[in-house]
């Protein structure tokens, strides 16, 4: 790795770390440049603004983390590529709590490319993925005819969210590691069966 690229490692890195800590925000730059080791001015000259930086941040989040890409599985049966899509959203989330916090974080702050690219390249691909895949799913059972597949897939991943978001926000261990099989097999009885 050049120097440069070190760098700028060291102050996404650190901006990464304050963003998901502070906000965007309460983050200033100062703390950032700061924290990664270097001047206010050698982080200038790789990022023009906070925006910026925080665009850059989110772009790097978005490579690790919850892109559609990951969890939808075209190739399964409905059921299947549900079952799936919990698991992986899941497992990105509860593994990566940066995540969880850039994403509530970019929301309460209206920083950035954040509202524009997280929501209609992750969540309206996701949740139109789960929906087609719930219609499908569902389209056999009589008993399920009444049933908005617009507020079901909203329930399944308001689930999903909520499981995470307790873990990483609230640091409470709200089901064992051992216990997600059976968290997702229970959403799935409750709202496919």
Known sequence: MTKVSDTKAKILNAALDLFSEKGAR?????MISNQAGVNEVTLFRHFKTKEELFNAVFEEVEKIGLCSDRVIREDLPPR?????LIRELLNILISSPKIIRMILYGHLDHVGQFEDAFQEDNNLKINS????????????????????IKYLSLAIMSNVFGLAVGHTIFKTRLIEDDEF?????????????
Do not use: H
């Open 26 to 30: 309460a983050t200033t730059t100062r």
């Open 80 to 84: 299947e590529a549900i079952e799936f």
């Open 129 to 148: 993925f789960l929906s087609e895949k719930l219609k499908v799913y569902l389209k056999g059972k009589p008993d399920k005819k009444n049933i908005k």
């Open 181 to 193: 099989d059976a968290f997702v097999e229970q959403l799935l009885k409750t709202y496919l069966d």
